[in-house]
T-cell receptor
Framework: SQTIHQWPATLVQPVGSPLSLECTVEGTSNPNLYWYRQAAGRGLQLLFYSVGIGQISSEVPQNLSASRPQDRQFILSSKKLLLSDSGFYLC???????????????FGPGTRLTVL | AQKVTQAQTEISVVEKEDVTLDCVYETRDTTYYLFWYKQPPSGELVFLIRRNSFDEQNEISGRYSWNFQKSTSSFNFTITASQVVDSAVYFCALSDRRSGGSNYKLTFGKGTLLTVNP
């Protein structure tokens, strides 16, 4: 069965510091990968998605970037954090187009980021 | 553009009551998918159900049931005999094939916080 991991689980960082959040998926190959942010108020915002190694699409211009160095690894980064980057970051995966339905996304446990 | 509306921001019930969470969606596409996710206090979003636009049959899974009505663009979720463990935020979501030209993008509602009191 497939599992998705995220770390760290919680993070407190000062404004202006760099960020690196990691997401890995096990038990599947060539998944589609996604980063979401959930700010206070519960809304989920899609930040980035990737359909393959090195292929990143950005949904919202912002202070963040994403990379996919390996098939099942997805990294969210920032060079300098802003207060507004605080939130709950969720990684998700879905099957690739060649594997079947791409519509169901399965989420990781999330990383709670506080920028002070 | 696609849109998902969950008009109920918060619902509070007493254990063993039945509760229905409403979801209304908007899309211009004829092929689309609807989802429900549960987010307990731990934060992880748990997939509950996926329904495609061509299947209007209601679904029942244990105490959970879903009522899909294309005529009213609704996909409501009912919990029968609620339990304290059902307390969570519940999200309805839509995926349609006009989302950027592929079917990768989910549009979420803002969620309904369900509190089940003992």
């Amino acid at each position: 069965s497939q599992t998705i991991h995220q770390w760290p689980a919680t993070l407190v960082q000062p404004v202006g510091s760099p960020l690196s959040l990691e997401c890995t998926v096990e038990g599947t190959s060539n998944p589609n990968l996604y980063w979401y942010r959930q700010a206070a108020g519960r809304g989920l915002q899609l930040l980035f998605y990737s359909v393959g190694i090195g292929q990143i699409s950005s949904e919202v211009p912002q202070n963040l970037s994403a990379s996919r160095p390996q098939d099942r690894q997805f990294i969210l980064s920032s060079k300098k954090l802003l207060l507004s980057d605080s939130g709950f970051y969720l990684c998700a995966w879905s099957l690739s187009w060649t594997s079947g339905s791409t519509d169901t996304q399965y989420f990781g446990p999330g990383t709670r980021l506080t920028v002070l | 553009a696609q849109k998902v509306t969950q008009a109920q921001t918060e619902i509070s019930v007493v254990e063993k009551e039945d509760v229905t969470l409403d979801c209304v969606y908007e899309t211009r596409d004829t092929t689309y998918y609807l989802f429900w996710y549960k987010q307990p206090p731990s934060g992880e979003l748990v997939f509950l159900i996926r329904r495609n636009s061509f299947d209007e049959q209601n679904e029942i899974s244990g105490r959970y049931s879903w009522n899909f009505q294309k005529s009213t663009s609704s996909f409501n979720f009912t919990i029968t005999a609620s339990q304290v463990v059902d307390s969570a935020v519940y999200f309805c979501a839509l995926s349609d094939r006009r989302s950027g030209g592929s079917n990768y993008k989910l549009t979420f509602g803002k969620g309904t916080l369900l509190t089940v009191n003992p």
